[in-house]
C-alpha cells in the first residue's frame, strides 16, 4: 500500500514565522502534490511536481515556495506565515500522468497565531 | 478554479437506505474519480471512471458518467453507519492539466444508525 506521512498532524506558529511542512511518499511515485482545505471551499491546489527539482503553480502558490530535492519528499514552505494561512494542508502523490489517483496523507492542521 | 460541483452539499439518510450525489464539470475530461474524507482525516481514493466508460461498480459504490451532460453520479447502497464522510468528486482535464485533478467542495453524508 501506498503510505504519504506528513511530519506534523498539528502546528501552532505565530505569525512572521517560517514554517515547513514535510510530505514523504514510499511508492516512488513521480507527481506530488500541496493542497490547503477550508470550509466551504473544498480543495485548492498550491504547489506540484512532476519529477525531482521541478515544480509547478497551482491555483492559489502566493505566500508559499515548495522544495523536492529528493523524489520521495515534496516540502511546503511557509516564507513569512500568517494568520489567513491557518489552514488544512494536505500532501498528495500519484504515479504518473496515466495513473494520476492520488494518494493523500493524513493532513497538517495548521494554526497561525 | 474548482470545476467539479457537487450536489447536495450535506445528505443524511436512515442506515441501509441508498445515498447519491452528484457531481457537475465544465470542461472535458480524461477521467472522474470519487474521493472519501472522514473528518479531519486526509482523503481516500474511492473509484475512477474514464471518459469511454458509462458505469462502474466497487463493492456497494455505483458511478455513471454522462460526458453529454457533463454529470456524474456515485450511488452508495445499502448504507452504513460508517460511510458517514465527505464525498468529493475530482476531474483529470486531460493533457492540459498533466496531472494535476480539480476537486468540487464535496458532499456531507451522515448515515443515522
Known amino acids: 500500500d501506498v503510505k504519504v506521512t506528513q511530519s506534523s498532524r498539528y502546528l501552532v506558529k505565530r505569525t512572521g514565522e517560517k514554517v515547513f511542512l514535510e510530505c514523504v511518499q514510499d511508492?516512488?511515485?513521480?507527481?506530488m502534490f500541496w493542497y490547503r482545505q477550508d470550509p466551504g471551499l473544498g480543495l485548492r491546489l498550491i504547489y506540484f511536481?512532476?519529477?525531482?527539482?521541478?515544480?509547478e503553480k497551482g491555483d492559489i502558490p502566493e505566500g508559499y515556495s515548495v522544495s523536492r530535492e529528493k523524489k520521495e519528499r515534496f516540502s511546503l514552505i511557509l516564507e513569512s506565515a500568517s494568520t489567513n494561512q491557518t489552514s488544512m494542508y494536505l500532501c498528495?502523490?500519484?504515479?504518473?500522468?496515466?495513473?494520476?489517483?492520488?494518494?493523500f496523507g493524513p493532513g497538517t492542521r495548521l494554526t497561525v497565531l | 478554479s474548482q470545476q467539479g460541483e457537487e450536489d447536495p452539499q450535506a445528505l443524511s439518510i436512515q442506515e441501509g437506505e441508498n445515498a447519491t450525489m452528484n457531481c457537475s464539470y465544465k470542461t472535458s475530461i480524461n477521467n472522474l474519480q470519487w474521493y472519501r474524507q472522514n473528518s479531519g482525516r486526509g482523503l481516500v481514493h474511492l473509484i475512477l471512471?474514464?471518459?469511454?466508460?458509462r458505469e462502474k461498480h466497487s463493492g456497494r459504490l455505483r458511478v455513471t458518467l454522462d460526458t453529454s451532460k457533463k454529470s456524474s453520479s456515485l450511488l452508495i447502497t445499502a448504507s452504513r453507519a460508517a460511510d458517514t464522510a465527505s464525498y468529493f468528486c475530482?476531474?483529470?482535464?486531460?493533457?492540459?492539466?498533466?496531472?494535476?485533478?480539480?476537486f468540487g467542495e464535496g458532499t456531507q453524508l451522515t448515515v443515522n444508525p
Open positions: 471512471i474514464r471518459s469511454n466508460e
Open positions: 511536481s512532476y519529477d525531482v527539482k521541478m515544480k
Open positions: 511508492m516512488d511515485h513521480e507527481n
Open positions: 475530482a476531474t483529470d482535464a486531460g493533457e492540459t492539466s498533466g496531472s494535476r485533478l480539480t
Open positions: 498528495a502523490s500519484s504515479l504518473n500522468i496515466a495513473n494520476n489517483e492520488q494518494f
